[in-house]
């Protein structure tokens, strides 16, 4: 219950912030020693993630959900999270416009870079989640072509980030697409 609330902030709070979903629930069984040690395993998995985020790890909301032992206080914390009025498109009002004067050309180039950036990777993910797919429907039969496909996903991924020269990993790039 208190994960689930933990994801729906962080979903609602991070709109711009790809939040990893929480490990299934089981409708049946859910009470089975060897299905409640997998959840368990994976919750750790899901909460190693989200402490190491440099983003997610400082929101006040999960601090919250992390350090509170009292009831009375996280009812506090939780109602303080829940009218937290900085969500959504409001994380825009968080911005800071330059003191100095920009150049339009750098500006608009940086944007056209981004934008090239932002296609190339929503094309590259669109075409890694079509493929993943496949290979789900397709996981009783021969892999070689499939995985040959997942990989150029993969490689497609590695050349968007390539065009965020600023934000690129060199290491990153590399091990995507090798």
């Not at 006040?60 to 959504?88: P, S």
């Amino acid at each position: 219950k208190h994960f689930d609330w933990l994801y729906n902030r962080l979903l609602h709070k991070f709109t711009v912030i790809s939040v990893p979903h929480l490990p299934e629930k089981q409708a049946t069984g859910r009470f089975e020693e060897d299905f409640i040690e997998k959840r368990k395993r994976r919750l750790i998995l899901w909460m190693n993630h989200m402490t190491s985020h440099p983003v997610l790890s400082q929101y006040e909301g999960f601090e919250h959900f992390l350090m509170c032992a009292d009831d009375k206080q996280w009812k506090l914390g939780k109602r303080r999270a829940e009218k937290d009025e900085m969500v959504g498109a409001h994380f825009m009002l968080t911005l800071q416009i330059p003191n100095e004067h920009q150049d339009l050309q750098d500006v608009e180039e940086r944007i056209d870079s981004f934008k090239a950036f932002a296609k190339k990777m929503d094309n590259s993910v669109m075409q890694l989640t079509h493929v993943a797919s496949e290979l789900v429907r397709k996981h009783l039969g021969g892999f070689r072509k499939e995985f040959q496909r997942l990989g150029n996903a993969f490689q497609s991924i590695s050349q968007a980030f390539m065009l965020d020269p600023p934000h690129s990993s060199e290491a990153l790039n590399n091990a995507i697409s090798h």
